[in-house]
C-alpha cells in the first residue's frame, strides 16, 4: 500500500511539472497565468475521460469513478438497477468516460455465481445501449466484505453499516483502485 500511495505522489509530481512546463510555454503574461491555468485544465478534463466502476445488484448498484488523471477512485453514487441505464445515459452526456468496468461475481474456483447471469444479461444490454463504450469484467471477490470493514475501520455505526447501498458505493470504489493500482 505503501509503494502505491508513492506512486501517486510521483504520479502527481510529473503531473505538475507538466503543467508548469505548459504554462510557461504558453501564458507569458503573468496577468494572463490564471486564465490560461483555468482553460488548460478545463480543456484537460474535456480530453481526459475516466474509468466509471460498476458493481451490479438485483436490486442496487453502486458506482466509482475516477478523476479525469485516473489516479484516485471516488464513490460516485447508489442507483436502483432498473433506473441504471438511464442513469449511465445521463452520465455519459455530461461526462467523458473511456472505460467502464463492472464486477464479475465468480467462486473461489471460478464457477459463476447465482448472480453471475445477471451481471452478464446487463452487460449485453449496456453493449446494445452504449456500442462504443468499452466496458471490462474485472473480479469482483470480497469487495463487499472489504466495504464492510472499511466501514467498520472509518469508525461508521451498526446502523450505518447496515446501509446496504453505502456498502455497494464502497465495493465499486475499492473494485476501481484496485483496478487502478494494477493497470495504471
Not at 510529473?14 to 503573468?30: A, R, T
Request: hydrophobic share 40%; net charge positive.
Amino acid at each position: 500500500m505503501h509503494i502505491n500511495i508513492l506512486r501517486q505522489e510521483r504520479k502527481w509530481q510529473v503531473v505538475c511539472e507538466i503543467l508548469n512546463w505548459i504554462i510557461k510555454l504558453y501564458c507569458c503574461d503573468s496577468t494572463k497565468d490564471s486564465q490560461c491555468v483555468d482553460w488548460f485544465i478545463k480543456s484537460l478534463e474535456k480530453t481526459l475521460g475516466r474509468i466509471l466502476s460498476i458493481d451490479y445488484g438485483g436490486k442496487r448498484t453502486g458506482l466509482a469513478v475516477t478523476d479525469p488523471l485516473k489516479i484516485i477512485a471516488t464513490g460516485l453514487c447508489t442507483v436502483e438497477t432498473p433506473k441504471l441505464i438511464q442513469f449511465l445515459k445521463d452520465y455519459f452526456s455530461k461526462e467523458p468516460v473511456e472505460l467502464v468496468i463492472i464486477g464479475m461475481p465468480v467462486n473461489w474456483d471460478d464457477t459463476a455465481t447465482h448472480a453471475t447471469p445477471l451481471v452478464q444479461q446487463f452487460i449485453r444490454q449496456f453493449q446494445k445501449q452504449f456500442p462504443s463504450m468499452p466496458i471490462k469484467e474485472v473480479d469482483e471477490r470480497f469487495t463487499s466484505k472489504m466495504a464492510s470493514q472499511a466501514m467498520l475501520q472509518m469508525g461508521l455505526k451498526k446502523k450505518q453499516r447496515q446501509n446496504k447501498a453505502m456498502v455497494d458505493e464502497i465495493a465499486a470504489t475499492i473494485m476501481l483502485q484496485e483496478y487502478l493500482q494494477h493497470h495504471f
